[in-house]
C-alpha cells in the first residue's frame, strides 16, 4: 500500500497524515492519499461503505491538475472532498476523502480537513524555518571555531607559511571548493612579484604559465577600487564578467589587507556544492584573510626588528674588525665557519637548531671584547710583549663582560668566553681542559683558528687550506677537541672555502645572507 | 470580551484560536475560551441556541482543575467538550464548546478540536524550538563578531592596555554581568605580583586592600590544576564552594595562558539576568582570555626584541664611551639631553613622540664612529694637531657610514652625520648653516656640548652647570640654533641635572631606564 519512491514526503509529515486518515476514518469516512503520479499511497476505510476506487482516483487527478491548496467538494457517486498537500511550493500529496452517498456531515469534514491542511502548512513552514536556522547556526559555529583556531595560532614565533596553510585547510573544512590558495606580494629590488604562499586542493588558475595570479590581483584591486569586499565572477548568468579559461567555473578572490594595505590575496575557485559564491563567502573569506594579513604584518614587523638588530651587531662588529686591516670581515667567517661545523656535528649528536643559531651568533661577536683593547696592542706588527700578551688576553672577559649586561644575551656568552680555551687545559681565561670546555668554546676555537690561519697577519703570510686543514689535524686532542676537529678537517672544506669566499651560500641561506642571522636572533628570544 | 491582562498565550497563539473558534462557530456550536483566572476571553456563538454561561464556566474550572491537555465531554443541560491548551507545561487558557443539547455532532467536534489541540501544542513546541535556536544563533554571531574583532586587533604596534580593555569592553556588550576584568603577572626583582590591567563595571573583588586577587588567582590555579577550565563559585545551590566578601553573587575567573603558561587571569561577577555562569560562558570567557595571552605574548616576544637591541646598543656605545675614563656615560646622557630638549620644543612645534624617540637614539649613537677614530687621536692630552683634529672630524661621517648599512637606521643618520654642524656655517663635516642643518644636529649639538662642558676633560676641569649655560647663552646664534637653544637654556636645569645624576627619571621613563630606550626601538619601525 505504501509506495513512497515518488512522494516528497519527509516520514514525519507522512506519518502526521496517516494519523489523521485513521482518526478521520474512525468516523466512518473512507482516506485515500495519492503522490503526484497519482499512486494511492495510503487508503484508510471506515467500514461504513465501499468506494469507487476510480473516483476517488479521478478527484485526486481533478484537484492535481488544479494545483491548489482548497479544499474541492466533488460529487462522483459519492460526496468526495478532496485537495492537494504543497510542500515548498508544489504538490507533494493529494488527499481524497469520501464522506459517502449523500452524507449529512460533509461541512464537518471539510472543516476538520480544513483544519488540518491548514495545520500540515504551518508545520511544514516551521520544520523549514528550523532547518534553515540550524543550519545557519551549525555554519556560524564552524565559522567561529574556524577564526578562534587562527587567533590562538597568531603567536609571531609561528612560522608564516604554517598559519597561512592553516587557513587554507581550515577554510577547506567548511566551504566545498575544488581549491583555495593565497598569494603574497614580494618586494624584490627592482619589482613587487607576487607568490604564491600557501594553498590547498585544485587552484585552477595557472601562476606560472601565464602570470594568472598578476592578472587576478590587477581585477581584484580594480573592483575593490569600485567599493566592493571581493571580486566574484561566474557563468551563473551565462556570462563572466572578466575572460578565465576552460576550468574556471566560479571564483572569489579577497584582498589580505591590514592598516588599508593591499599585501596579496587569498582565492577559491569552483564551489562544488553550489553555483556561485555570495553574501556569506565574502565575510568569511575576507574574515579569514584579514587574520592572515594581520599575523603576516606581526611577522614583518618582528623580521624588521630582528633584521634592525643583527644589522646593528654586525655593523659592530665589522667596525671592531676593522680597525685592523688584516682582521676585516674575520668576525663574519668565524660565524660562518661556527655553523657550518655546528651543522655537522648535529649529525652526530643531538643539538638543536636553535643550538646552532646560538653558536654562530656566539662566532659572530667573540671578538667583542677587542674594544677595550688598546689598538697599539691589536695593531703591533711582530710579537706582543708579555705584558701586551695579558692584555690581549683579557678580551674575551671584557666580551662576556659587556654582554652579560644584555640578560638575551646570556646563552651565547660561554663561546665568547670560552673561545680561547685548548683542549689540553693550557688556554685561557679559565684554563678549562676537554669537555669542561662549554661545545660553544670548542667549536668557535676551531673555526677563530681556521680564519686566522687561512687570512695573512702582520708577521705572517696567508697559510694555503691544506697547511690549515694539517696544523689543526696535529693539533687535535692538543689545542683543539678531537671529536669536533675531526668531523670538521674531514668536511667538504672546497664547499665552506666557497661560502667564505663568496661571503654567502644560497642553499642555506635563503635570498641573502641577513636571513641566517635574522632567524638566528629568534633563538635568543624564549 | 478581551481581557489580556491575565493569559500567558501570544498574540500569535490567540489569533489561532479566534480563527479556529470562528470557523468552528460557522458549523453552529458556541465557542468560548477562559483565561487561567476563568475570566472570559473569547466568546463566539453559532447563533443556532442560546449557552447557560455558569455551565460554560463551570466546564472550564472542572478541566482546569484537572490540568489535563485532554478533551473531556461534559453533561450540563446541553453537550459541552473543554480542554486546557498547555504551554510551557502549565495551563495557559480553557477552551469551552458548547454542542447544544442533543447534539448529533459531539464526535465530529471532538475529533476536530482535537486536531486543532495537537496543531496548536505542535505550534508552542516548533516555535519555541524557533525561539531557542534563533537565540543560540544570535548568540553565536554575537561571538563571532567578538572573537573576529579582537583579532584585527591583534597587531603588535597596538598597545598591551588598549587591546585587554577592548575585551572586557567586548564582552560585556555579550555577557550581562556587573564587572569584568584582567589581572595580569608582572614579574619584579623578587617576587610576581597580580597588576590590575583592565576592567568595565564594577568588580566585586577587593584587590587593593585585602589582596583578593591573589586569593582569587590561587583558586583557579586549584581548580584548573584538577581539570577545569574555569573557576566558577555562586550561591546557586545555597552554599558558595568558598568563602567570599558579601558583594559577590556569583563569579567566574579563566586563565590567561597561552603555551601552558599562565600569565594572568580575566574575571566577571554578578550575572544581571542569570543565576550562574553556564559552560557558553566558560567558552567564551577562555577563547577571549586565550586571544588576549596570545596577544601579550607576541607583546612581550616583540618588548623581549626591542630590550635586547637596545641593550646592545648602549653596551656599544658604552664600550665606545669607556676606551676614554673622560667620556664614560657620555652617550647615555647625551640621549637624554636630547629628548629632554626635544621634548621642550615639542610643545612649541608640531613634532611627533615618534620624533622625539629618534632625536634621542641618534643622540645615544652620536659618537659612534669614534670606533673609527684611532685611540692615540681620542685618548691625547693636551691640543690636538691640524692632522689629528682632521682625524677626529671624521667621527660623525665615519659613524653615519656604519650605520646607513642598517635601512631601518636611515631617520637618525642626520643627527650622527650633523651633530657637529654650527649655526653659523663654520662647522662639520658639510659646513651647513642654520635652518639646513637637520633638527636632530641643532638637538644634538646642543645636547653633546653642554655634556661635554659639565664634564672634566684630560685639559680642563669641568664647567659649572651655570657656567655652561651662559656659555650657550654667549654662542646663541654663533655655534648654537638660537631658537633651541633658548628653550633649553630657559629650561629646569637642576631638574634636568637630577636626572643626568641619578641616571633615571622615574616620572618620565617608567619602571626602569631601559623602558624608554625599548620603546624608542619601535619608532625605528614603520
Redesign the interface.
Known amino acids: 500500500m505504501l509506495n513512497t519512491s515518488q512522494n516528497r514526503l519527509s516520514t514525519g509529515q507522512l506519518r502526521q497524515i496517516k494519523e ?1 486518515a485513521k ?2 476514518a ?2 466512518g469516512i473512507n482516506f485515500f492519499v495519492y503522490d503526484t503520479d497519482l499512486n494511492l499511497i495510503l487508503n484508510f476505510s471506515g467500514e461504513k461503505f465501499i468506494s469507487d476506487y476510480e473516483s476517488s482516483a479521478g478527484c485526486a487527478k481533478q484537484v492535481l491538475d488544479s494545483q491548489t491548496g482548497a479544499i474541492q467538494e466533488l460529487e462522483a457517486g459519492s460526496q468526495f472532498l478532496a485537495c492537494c498537500l504543497i510542500v515548498d511550493g508544489t504538490t507533494a500529496a493529494i488527499i481524497v476523502i469520501d464522506c459517502g452517498p449523500g452524507s449529512q ?1 460533509v ?3 471539510k ?2 480537513l ?3 491542511v ?2 500540515f502548512q ?2 511544514v513552514k ?2 523549514q ?2 532547518e534553515l ?2 543550519s ?2 551549525a555554519q ?2 564552524e ?2 571555531m574556524l ?2 583556531k ?3 595560532n ?4 609561528q612560522s608564516d607559511l604554517n598559519f597561512l596553510q592553516l587557513a587554507c585547510d581550515s577554510l577547506m573544512d567548511i566551504v566545498r571548493v575544488e581549491g583555495i590558495a593565497i598569494f603574497l606580494e614580494k618586494k624584490n629590488e627592482d619589482a613587487r612579484k607576487l607568490v604564491l604562499s600557501a594553498g590547498t586542493g585544485l587552484i585552477s588558475i595557472d601562476h606560472k604559465n601565464d602570470n594568472m595570479g598578476e592578472v587576478l590581483f590587477e581585477r581584484m584591486l580594480d573592483v575593490l577600487a569600485s567599493g566592493s569586499d571581493a571580486l566574484i565572477d561566474s557563468e551563473i548568468n551565462g556570462v563572466f564578467k572578466y575572460e578565465w579559461h576552460g576550468r574556471i567555473r566560479n571564483i572569489i578572490a579577497v584582498p589580505l589587507s ?2 588599508n594595505k593591499v599585501i596579496g590575496m587569498m582565492i577559491a575557485t569552483n564551489l562544488l556544492d553550489r553555483s556561485d559564491f555570495d553574501t556569506n563567502d565574502i565575510r568569511l573569506f575576507n ?1 579569514v584573510a ?2 592572515c594579513a ?2 603576516i ?2 611577522q614583518n ?2 623580521r ?6 643583527i ?6 662588529v ?3 674588525d ?2 685592523d686591516q688584516y682582521t676585516r670581515g674575520h668576525s663574519d667567517r668565524v660565524a660562518i665557519i661556527s655553523k657550518w661545523i655546528a651543522e655537522l656535528y648535529a649529525k652526530t649528536k643531538k643539538i638543536s637548531q636553535e643550538d646552532i643559531q646560538k653558536i654562530y651568533l656566539s662566532g659572530l661577536l667573540h671578538d667583542i671584547g677587542k ?2 683593547v ?3 696592542v691589536l695593531k703591533k706588527p711582530g710579537k706582543l710583549t708579555e705584558e701586551e700578551y695579558e692584555e690581549m688576553k683579557n678580551h674575551p672577559a671584557i666580551g662576556a663582560g ?2 652579560s ?5 646570556t646563552d651565547i656568552l660561554p663561546g665568547i668566553l670560552h673561545h680561547h680555551e685548548r683542549f689540553d687545559g693550557k688556554g685561557y681565561p679559565k684554563g678549562l681542559a676537554e669537555n669542561n670546555i662549554p661545545l660553544m668554546g670548542r667549536i668557535v676555537m676551531i673555526a677563530d683558528s681556521f680564519d686566522a690561519m687561512t687570512s695573512e697577519r702582520t708577521y705572517r703570510k696567508a697559510l694555503g687550506v691544506e697547511d690549515a686543514i694539517k696544523e689543526i689535524e696535529v693539533n687535535l686532542g692538543k689545542q683543539f677537541d678531537p671529536i669536533i676537529g675531526q668531523i670538521f678537517v674531514r668536511s667538504d672544506i672546497d664547499k665552506l672555502w666557497e661560502i667564505l669566499q663568496t661571503g654567502q651560500n644560497r642553499d642555506q641561506y635563503g635570498e641573502n645572507s641577513i636571513d641566517y642571522g635574522t632567524a638566528a ?1 629568534g633563538a ?3
Chains 1, 2 share one sequence.
Open positions: 489523521f482518526e478521520m474512525d468516523t456531515t461541512s464537518f469534514v472543516q476538520t480544513h483544519i488540518f491548514r495545520s504551518n508545520d516551521n520544520s524555518q528550523i536556522i540550524s545557519e547556526l556560524t559555529y565559522e567561529l577564526l578562534y587562527m587567533s590562538t597568531m603567536k609571531v614565533s591590514s592598516s574574515a584579514t587574520e594581520i599575523f604584518g606581526n614587523h618582528f624588521d626588528l630582528k633584521e634592525l638588530l644589522g646593528s651587531l654586525k655593523a659592530l665589522n667596525s671592531i676593522a680597525k674594544i677595550g688598546s689598538e697599539l659587556i654582554l649586561e644584555i640578560q638575551q644575551m636572533i635568543l628570544l624564549d
